[in-house]
């Protein structure tokens, strides 16, 4: 039985194997940042997917040992009356990387795709517009030289039900429990329909989606750390034993 | 003859009937900037023109009755080395208006399209990259509602040879002339062709270009002020015997 | 008759001898500026005083042919609710002085002195612990080398009535009305104690108050000038048949 | 055998009964937060020490399972040309706690008052300067109501000079080594006059300073957080069978 006062989900990180291999792949991402940095190439990774999707746990493990001079988290609070009025891009894209930098987005533009139609935090005509703008932002900042990973983290219903109801259990993240995380059951065909639209709309040539399945939390890390490694031509890449291309079954193009 | 003593161009503003006429237009943009606050609307004015043109004092006569706390003036420095590895309009975009302001462009992202090429600050790459992002980007703001006016204040080579010369002249205005003003009148023609290449590519329906003849000052002045005062619908518009029509022989749409 | 649609005070202005006077004040200001940017000096002014002191046109006057990029003015709007919570100087210790640059403070701290008392914005706990603690700060910043002028524009009550009904008849001005200008007659001996606490608890020896006596305007503003002149020794220092000594008639000690 | 391919001291961390202790007294965290969030309380504390004493692993312990949107951990980088010119506080007074905030230095003012004069990067004057105003800067913010809490890491030379090795074993960390932590172990006598002076000049009544024995990582962070707790008397304090009182032979003050 698992402590009710270890820190969440402890239990499932002490587990040798899997930091031996996250590791390995942290020290890839030390390469690639290095390159990244000494070439002024920039990098943005958007992190997306459902409440509990574990978007939070795979920034964690990517970024824990990079340099933080040149990695920056930026998980953006609900838009002030200020902000709600502007350009919705605006306040995105004050948060780009400057040349050197890798840049994560916790969360993105794309609250207005899914999250905010759900909750009706904007209207039809706003998200239509998003869907249309977005394609040409994106398309922009890749031509700029940008590189720019998209990635979806998808889950289960019942495996979404199940870490919910695991954060209510545990003290310690019971504050991370917003409205919004208890509505999603409940919200779940919406949230799909979303989804979907999102990804036919803006799975651009210059910018698709990838999908990373994450029912499994490690694999989905481990998974979702190769994919990123792959998509920057890094010198020194690889080890001896270390596999770097992504698990077809755990990481695919959303379409 | 003129004392070397009095502040820049002094003689010529002390002109009763001049000030009477700018003071019952200001009072109107007085109305405007009410109607912009109330209603939260956004303006972006784009000053643009040659060296010397009368961006500067255009500017200070459309501003300086207004109430501070809701309009600004941007005239962004030389980028920084990190500025320029961002994307191009990044640092511009974080100046938009916020609801409620107005907000004025002491030049603007258009330096990539005329003056950069000139003194090969840009690759010729990169300007033609801006002249096709510029389009989708002013067309994705005015899609968001945004009332951008994009002003070009042109000169006669003469006109701007006598105003730089009487730069060097006034000790108060001498650290204004910078190497790049000395350049203006040699690079007269290579300016021309940059300018209409950038009106045949940015004219777009949604954006237009207008010309304000600027070889009279306080003309170009008057009726630059004119025109912002038409773009927007504001109530209470004008006063007896007030002509609110722009001159169409100072002010004409670029083609 | 002065014309009401003239901008504020213009007739006023229109005073050839009082304007190369001013000419000649500004150029002074420009080597003193060269100076403090060459040597990467800070200089910062404190411009304080009742409502319709003359404040604002002094600080005009006094930037208004400086090069740009070296001074700035500083007026903070009303304290947010998360400011006000802060450390009382913290916002404006924001806007000190970089190395190179000048700083005018359009009120200031002294807000907590003055103001804030006679409208009850602040409890006299907070009065008095500003009256300590500011002390300390502008010590401290002075050994730091910051050279810092504090200027008070006084005004006699009448004159006050008189600019304060002056504004309510400029309709290019009615925006500049506040309720505290409003209440600026009728506070007038709570505004006297105040400022007399404060100039007994503040004219320190390192950072001592100067008043200038501000019923006539263009003098107040000329020889304010002449003072701040006179607090940096710059180079080149002068011009032929110019006064720079302070009429001490205008500007004095406070005790 | 530690795997050098092991996150930093993973197996150190690996430690159930350590784990379940930590959890716990980041519970009475989660108190203390809520009720400075709730009260508008701050609380600023500033974590010093020599290389590889502990304090980031300190920090990251201590604010782990915090609420992220309201505590903020600041490292500043080494200042630029511009913030070298100004007021030496002027940077950090920036980023103190706002109302309901904690702030976290990792490392601190006191740069100026160890690190500083060891590598010589500030003069002599400077540093004197510095141990006078600090006093009366720290005194004012306590005046105003934050909360200070100062703490020093401290550890025999032997182990540091174990730690520092151990970095450069370790892939992970190797980057986080700079030229000043390999000169650690042969400025330890110069490191530790400076330390005492400090010690002696600026443990004031209002701030005292508190050290914590970190040369056993895992009870310096249990008891540092213990010594945190007891600084702000929130509601709910304590658990059936928590031990709150810190270790007197780990957490003591400095004379």
Known sequence: MVDPLLPFELEEELDRDYLVELA?????????????????????????????????????????NLNPRHVRTIALAKPTAIEQGQWYFQRYLHGLPDPGEIVLFDRSWYNRAVVEPVFEFCSEAQRKRFLEQVVDVERMLVEDGIVLVKLWFSIDRDVQAERLEARVRNPLRRWKLSPIDRAAQANWDAFTRYKEAMFSATSSESAPWTIVRGNVKKRARLEGIRHVLGRVDYPGRGAEGLRLEPDPEVVLRAT
Chains 1, 2, 3, 4 share one sequence.
């Open 24 to 64: 390995q792949l942290q020290l890839e991402l030390l390469k690639l940042q290095e390159h990244i940095r000494a070439q002024g190439l920039r990098l943005l990774v958007i992190f997306e997917g459902r409440d509990a999707a574990g978007k939070g746990g795979a920034i964690l493990r990517l970024s824990q």
